[in-house]
Structures are given as structure tokens and as C-alpha cells.
């Protein structure tokens, strides 16, 4: 008589392991008697592979977590989990009856008046979300240590088949675009949550892969839809959105990754894209190509590449060009404002100023490493550009001094909005709005359309032409630029295929032959 095979559970690192040796080709037989489960139990874990894989890579989810039971009360608990994730990125303590209050209030706001957060679904909830946290608000940085910890062994798991091509990182920050050395003192530690500084701050969302050899467009988000600067701008180097607080919002979000999603599934690509855990980054479904992956809350700072040096190379880049924006005006006597549209080209620039190598170095301080690397190996141990606390890496010191009192240095000017909120926080109220609306986001809010400073009725593309450049107009100052390249000595190899790219795009531009004939050109010629 057959004795019936014991029950096994299966954690979720197990069921990863099981799939990658389906995989890999081994005999499932061979996989249930390692297991110690039954071939039929392997295919429907199989079968049920992109749910198991989506759920381990989700740094929310427990590894060695066996089964997922969802709660009845499914808004209640998505709404307090948005709250705890808004409230852990403030690095505020949270405790089990604070816990407990919240919930008890979201369900208030979406009608369950009589509805009791029991101590039952306070504890299902926190193993669902891998969620621990002691009483004492002291603890918190030691529970904050385990997650890392516990993530940084995960992640070789997680990465594992993927080419540093295609594992991505893509982090957001707020910057006071028009900020001058003298105010930095001013601007330190601004939370700028709304108000008049409101119209002074953008948005950037940056993006690139772990080799360092994709740069993905900036995503820039402002304050007006259409700023004054923009009038018979029909292009523009970055993607430009808008809402009232100038930041990344879960719409904006979501459709930036579904932009993302549809490049990388025309490019025929499967990729990774880390992101943080805050409110603002939805949970998107349906990818082709992308799988979305969360950090732990609250880790960012030590786990995530862009918080590693990459954006603060890029603040470096961009803060070089606003210093010397300023001393040409101060040379040529002219204003030295700075709108919208400045702005953007220069963080387009500054962007692309990024080098390869800083990108490289905060991935692998990040401890992303492939087969055969060392986690945490890194030339430069911060990740920056080679900076030290002196403008020299980037400005020379007559640059400095002719812009700056001594007060502050080039570091602290542009770290000077590092604290600047770059993604959408909310009430209990409104998040518990949120939830109830079918599950969407919270709606922007009214987008600024006009703005005494810097807006205008007129769309982005409109087709006035008061203060359009023709292309003859840009083919003259074109030749000018290339005068002044061509007796200029040393010239990088990068300055000169960037004019051959502006070059081309002028020459193969459509030329209106009604305008002119080419038995024209030769009467012109015989008549000298």
C-alpha cells in the first residue's frame, strides 16, 4: 500500500529556484525528488511562473514567505499600505497602534464607520508586506539595516540572466533651476511643498542602465503647461509634463513607464527597472518588456544607483552651466534670467555631461554586480565626478570667486535642494480618496495654464511665427559657430561629430523650391 506523500510548502525563493531549473532544462522529476513534491505540483508552478516571479521580485513580498492569503478588506489594506510607504520615505518611526489608528481612520473615510483594525489584521498585513518594526522609534534604523541586508542577498537572485545593458535604474529630484550661489544659504533643506518657491523648482526624473551606456531622455515636469518661453517651440530635447506642485505624480509615473515599455518591447528587449518605494510609483501593470522592481522602503539612500552619485553628477553639471550663464551675461552686459526653456537645455546637457564610469561606479556601490564581479568595488568610491569639497574638478577658481562671496562652496551650492520633495504626498483623506476611485491615482490637480512670470494662453506648438527663425537665419548662425570651432585650438573629438549631426539635420532639411529655381541661380551667375 502507497503511503501519501507529505504536504510541502514551498517559500517563494524555492518556487524561483524550481522555475530557473525548468529552465535550465533539468528533468522534473529530478526537480520533485530534490523538492520533495510532485511533478504535477512543478507545473503549475510553471505555469503560474510570471505571477511567482513578479511577486519575488517585489521587495514587499518575504522571500521565505510559503503562502499569500489577500485580506477581504482589499482597500483598506492598499490604502494603509500607500500611507505607511509615503510615511516611511519621510524616515518618520511608525508603531503597531499608530498603525492601527491609520487604518481604522482610511476605513472611516471610505465608509466602513463601525470597521476595527484587530490584531490579526494588523499582523497578516505586516507578513504580507514583509513589514517589521518594533514599538520604539529608536529601532527603526536597525530594522532599516535588516532590509538591507536582506536585499542585497536577494539581488543577485533577482538580476540573474540579465546583461548590464538591460537592468535600469530611474530616481527623480528637485531642483531650484534658477538658484544662484548667494541664495544657496536660503534654499538649504526647502521643502518647497507648494506656495510662491513653487514657481522657482522642476522636476527631473533620470534614467539609465548599469552599463552606463544608455542615458534614457530626462523626463522634466514644471508648474505651467505652456511657460511664455515656449511660444514657437515645436521640439524640445527632454519630455515635458506639467501639474500644479512641478511633481512626479502616479499618472505621470505610470505613463512613463508605459512609454518606456513599448520602446523596449519594439526593441525586442527584456529589462529590469529598479525604482523607490514611495506612493507615487504605481505598481503598473500589463508590461511587455519591463519588469518593475521596487527597492525596500526607506533604503534608497544606501541601495539605490541614482541617490549613489548619479544624480548629484548631474546637479554638478547642470549648476557649472547656470555659473557660467551668468558670467557671459555678466561680460556681454545682459540679463542673466533664466526661464523654463534655459533650463531644460541645460539639463539636457548636463545630462549627457554624466560620464559612463560615475554611472558604473554607483551601480556597483549600489551592489549590483553580474557573474564574476565584485558588489560594492567602485573607482571612485562616491560616485561623483571627481569632486572634492573645492570648485576646482568642474569650475576653475577664478569662475568661482567671480560668482560666489565665500559663503558657501561649490558642493553645498548644488546640493542645496537635495531635501526638495520630488514626488506627491498626500493626507489620509486623500489617499483614501484615491483608493475608493477605482483603485487611480489622485488626480494632479488643476495644471497651471497661465502664470503672470512665465506662461502664455499659447500651445507649446503654436504656429505663430513673431519670433521664428528661419532656416536660412540658422544656417548663417550655423557657419558662425563653425568659424569660431575651426580657429579654436584643441577642439574634442565630440564637439565636431555633434556639428556634423547639426550639419546634416540643416542641409537635409526640405527646401521650398517655390521660393527659387535653379535657372535663377545660373541667370545670377551670368549677369556677374
Known amino acids: 500500500m502507497s503511503t501519501k506523500r507529505k504536504r510541502v510548502d514551498l517559500d517563494l525563493s524555492s518556487k524561483m529556484d524550481i522555475i530557473k531549473l525548468i529552465d535550465a532544462k533539468s528533468k522534473r522529476k529530478d526537480i520533485a525528488d530534490k ?8 507545473s503549475k508552478l510553471y505555469k503560474n511562473r510570471e505571477k511567482i516571479t513578479k511577486d519575488f521580485h517585489s521587495s514587499l513580498l518575504a522571500a521565505d514567505c510559503k503562502r499569500m492569503r489577500t485580506s477581504v478588506y482589499t482597500d483598506v489594506e492598499e490604502a494603509l499600505l500607500k500611507w505607511f510607504k509615503q510615511t516611511r520615505a519621510a524616515q518618520l518611526p511608525i ?14 473615510e471610505m465608509g466602513l464607520l463601525d470597521w476595527k483594525c484587530s490584531n490579526g489584521f494588523l499582523e497578516r498585513f505586516k507578513k504580507r508586506h514583509n513589514i517589521a518594526f518594533k514599538v520604539a522609534a529608536g529601532e527603526a534604523a536597525s530594522v532599516e539595516q535588516a532590509a538591507v541586508d536582506d536585499w542585497i542577498s536577494r539581488l543577485p537572485n533577482i538580476i540573474e540572466g540579465y546583461k548590464a545593458d538591460d537592468i535600469f535604474n530611474m530616481d527623480e529630484t528637485g531642483m531650484f533651476y534658477k538658484l544662484l550661489p548667494d541664495r544657496t544659504l536660503c534654499f538649504r533643506n526647502e521643502k518647497c511643498h507648494g506656495g510662491k518657491r513653487a514657481k522657482d523648482r522642476l522636476t527631473a526624473a533620470v534614467c539609465c542602465n548599469m552599463s552606463g551606456t544608455e542615458k534614457w531622455p530626462l523626463f522634466v515636469i514644471g508648474k505651467a503647461q505652456n511657460p511664455r518661453c515656449f511660444k514657437n517651440v515645436k521640439s524640445l530635447p527632454v519630455t515635458y509634463k506639467a501639474n500644479k506642485r512641478a511633481w512626479m505624480t502616479g499618472e505621470l509615473f505610470t505613463e512613463w513607464v508605459v512609454e518606456f515599455d513599448k520602446k523596449m518591447k519594439r526593441m525586442k528587449r527584456k529589462v529590469l527597472l529598479f525604482v523607490d518605494n514611495c506612493p507615487a510609483h504605481a505598481d503598473v501593470r500589463n508590461l511587455a518588456a519591463t519588469t518593475l522592481i521596487f527597492l525596500p522602503p526607506n533604503t534608497t539612500s544606501v541601495l539605490q544607483p541614482c541617490d549613489q552619485g548619479i544624480i548629484n553628477a548631474f546637479k554638478q553639471q547642470y549648476r557649472k552651466r547656470i555659473v557660467r550663464h551668468v558670467l557671459r551675461a555678466i561680460e556681454q552686459k545682459r540679463s ?12 539636457h546637457a548636463a545630462w549627457n ?11 556597483r556601490k549600489s551592489h549590483f554586480s553580474l557573474a564574476g564581479e565584485t558588489a560594492g568595488d567602485s573607482d571612485d568610491e562616491d560616485g561623483h565626478e571627481d569632486i572634492d569639497d573645492k570648485p576646482l574638478a568642474v569650475l576653475t ?22 531635501e526638495l520633495p520630488a514626488t506627491e504626498t498626500h493626507t489620509v483623506e486623500e489617499i483614501a480618496a484615491s483608493v475608493s476611485s477605482s483603485n487611480s491615482v489622485v488626480d494632479d490637480g488643476d495644471v497651471e495654464e497661465a502664470d503672470d512670470d512665465t506662461a502664455s494662453d499659447e500651445p507649446v506648438n503654436s504656429d505663430s511665427t513673431s519670433a521664428s527663425v528661419s532656416l536660412v537665419q540658422s544656417i548663417t548662425a550655423f557657419e558662425t559657430v563653425r568659424a569660431f570651432i575651426d580657429n579654436t585650438a584643441d577642439v574634442p573629438e565630440t564637439v565636431f561629430s555633434a556639428v556634423a549631426c547639426i550639419q ?11 521660393q527659387s529655381k535653379i535657372t535663377q541661380f545660373f541667370n545670377n551667375t551670368v549677369d556677374n
Open 35 to 42: 523538492y520533495g513534491i510532485d511533478i504535477s505540483t512543478i
Open 95 to 108: 508603531s503597531g497602534p499608530m498603525l492601527a489608528e491609520i487604518a481604522e481612520s482610511l476605513a472611516k
Open 336 to 347: 542673466a534670467d533664466i526661464d523654463v526653456k534655459i533650463a531644460i537645455d541645460f539639463m
Open 353 to 363: 555631461a554624466v560620464s559612463q564610469s560615475a554611472i558604473v561606479n554607483c551601480f
Open 397 to 418: 577658481d577664478e569662475e568661482w570667486a567671480a560668482i560666489s562671496d565665500g559663503s558657501v562652496t561649490f558642493n553645498q551650492f548644488v546640493a542645496a535642494d537635495n
Open 504 to 514: 546634416d539635420y540643416l542641409i537635409n532639411r526640405p527646401v521650398n523650391v517655390a
